[in-house]
T-cell receptor, first 111, second 114 residues
Framework: SQQGEEDPQALSIQEGENATMNCSYK?????LQWYRQNSGRGLVHLIL?????REKHSGRLRVTLDTSKKSSSLLITASRAADTASYFC???????????FGKGTTLSVSS | NAGVMQNPRHLVRRRGQEARLRCSPM?????VYWYRQLPEEGLKFMVY????????ESGMPKERFSAEFPKEGPSILRIQQVVRGDSAAYFC????????????FGPGTRLTVL
């Protein structure tokens, strides 16, 4: 069954605005990861947050994790046109052998 | 340090033909994962391999699909007797350890079945 589910499915904003994407998952996790995929390309790892962490920053990215609600959010501040991509959250399956991805949020940043 | 390499980038096959997709992991990585992405969908896990061993193939279709990661050379995902439903992007990823850590993805192979 789908582990991570992103919300919204699509998001359109102007350059300079902030973009927030949410992810919900179903089972207990060791960590949660966010990836970006530019159109027609492979995935790029953005950030990993462990289950005992509540917030993590990396440049213009801020990730929060609420294990009690089984949810995470990715905030991109001061967005740029180059941030246009699909964003996926991923958790590790119970066997620890694979990442389980949601369907992603498609972010479009217009200049 | 070269990243994960996949070839070919694009592959066109007619129904009934075989497709062979290759993946060279990052240097120093001994764990390889294959994922499939259908249009407008997220990635779906297919198989996890270490050198000469299939560790988890729970995401692989039972028929026509096979994967290997030999002692020497790249990992191969093989699809026999392709059908139109096999058309998708196939991504390979590698890691130093198990999935708990970051996985590094290749650019993918886009398979089109005519």
């Amino acid at each position: 069954s789908q582990q991570g589910e992103e919300d919204p499915q699509a998001l359109s904003i102007q350059e300079g605005e902030n973009a927030t994407m949410n992810c919900s998952y179903k089972t207990s996790i060791n960590n949660l990861q966010w990836y970006r995929q530019n159109s027609g390309r492979g995935l790029v790892h953005l950030i990993l947050i462990r289950s005992n962490e509540r917030e993590k920053h990396s440049g213009r990215l801020r990730v929060t994790l609420d294990t009690s609600k089984k949810s995470s959010s990715l905030l991109i501040t001061a967005s740029r046109a180059a941030d246009t991509a699909s964003y996926f959250c991923a958790t590790v399956n119970q066997a620890g052998t694979a990442l389980i991805f949601g369907k992603g949020t498609t972010l479009s940043v217009s200049s | 340090n070269a990243g994960v390499m996949q070839n070919p980038r694009h592959l066109v096959r007619r129904r009934g033909q075989e497709a062979r997709l290759r993946c060279s992991p990052m240097k120093g990585h001994s764990h390889v994962y294959w994922y499939r992405q259908l249009p407008e969908e997220g990635l779906k896990f297919m198989v996890y391999l270490q050198k000469e061993n299939i560790i988890d193939e729970s995401g692989m279709p039972k028929e026509r699909f096979s994967a290997e990661f030999p002692k020497e050379g790249p990992s191969i995902l093989r699809i026999q007797q392709v059908v139109r439903g096999d058309s998708a992007a196939y991504f390979c990823a590698s890691s130093q350890g198990l999935s708990y850590n970051e996985q590094f993805f290749g650019p993918g192979t886009r398979l089109t079945v005519l």
